[in-house]
């Protein structure tokens, strides 16, 4: 299948990587990448000679969150057209957390916002220690309501409250702290730390290893279709508030919102 922004290719042992392609935007989030995200996790999760799947960036960035363009049309939508847009990016990130494969996050620099969200479907993320993170949507008068279930899932609840409020930007040592990432390297280790984390499926029962992830997911935090219906409401409801018409404005106007310090 091709894609215009992943790419998903296979190497030795089945372990096949999903890389956010568009590095000349540092892999924001478009409408476009979602249905390919979505459409790459059906493709891998049916795929037996698939053992493992790396996710990562292309280019200097993991992930900036939501692109321009697609936030600047989703404010001049109507509530059911931000339901349905929010509600394919809900539903992307619930094929890769219910992938039945291990997914390692290989975290090759920045995420913000929803790059944040695809961090967290990830069984284990290993980042470079020269990363930054953060919740950066309440800036923009905005909630990061969609990708909550899973991040709430990842930090659990204190930890979350910690960082998810305030879009306070926060480095790779924190991260690991709030349970984000499980390790923070040097760049020129982080090829080394993945292998490490991908090495150990290579021994286990593929049907074993999903059978155990499903029951992880079974046992842990439910994220059904009520819980996604309800985030993507929250998010709808954030759209339609002063702060989000003033903070959306202001982000494009290039000027401080009303309430910035």
């Known amino acids: 299948m091709n894609f215009e922004t992943i790419r998903v290719t296979t190497e030795e042992f089945g372990v096949a990587s999903l890389t956010l392609s568009r590095p000349d935007k540092h892999n924001a989030i478009s409408e476009q990448m979602i249905l390919e995200l979505a459409s790459a996790a059906r493709l891998l999760a049916n795929d037996n000679a698939v053992r493992a799947v790396v996710l990562t960036g292309e280019g200097e960035s993991f992930c900036a969150g939501a692109d321009l363009a697609w936030m600047r049309a989703q404010a001049s939508t109507a509530r059911d057209e931000r339901i349905a847009g929010a509600s394919k990016l809900a539903l992307a990130l619930r094929a890769l957390n219910e992938l039945p494969k291990p997914l390692i996050g290989r975290i090759n620099g920045q995420a913000f916002g929803g790059g944040l969200g695809l961090m967290s479907v990830c ?31 990842r930090m659990g609840e204190a930890h979350a409250r910690r960082v998810f409020m305030s879009a306070r930007i926060f480095d790779a040592n924190e991260a690991c702290e709030l349970r984000l990432i499980s390790r923070a390297v040097p760049q020129d280790d982080l090829d080394a730390a993945v292998h490490a984390e991908v090495r150990p499926y290579r021994s286990a029962s593929p049907q074993a290893v999903a059978a155990a992830k499903a029951l992880a997911r079974r046992l842990g935090p439910t994220i059904d279709d009520t819980i996604i219906g309800e985030t993507v409401a929250f998010l709808a409801d954030a759209w339609e508030t002063t702060d989000a018409a003033e903070g959306i404005k202001a982000f494009f106007d290039r000027r401080r919102p009303r309430w910035q310090a």
């Open 123 to 153: 069984d284990v993320a290993v980042a470079v220690d020269t990363a930054r993170f953060g919740f950066t949507e309440v800036r923009l008068g905005l909630i990061p309501a969609t990708i909550f279930p899973y991040v709430l899932a």
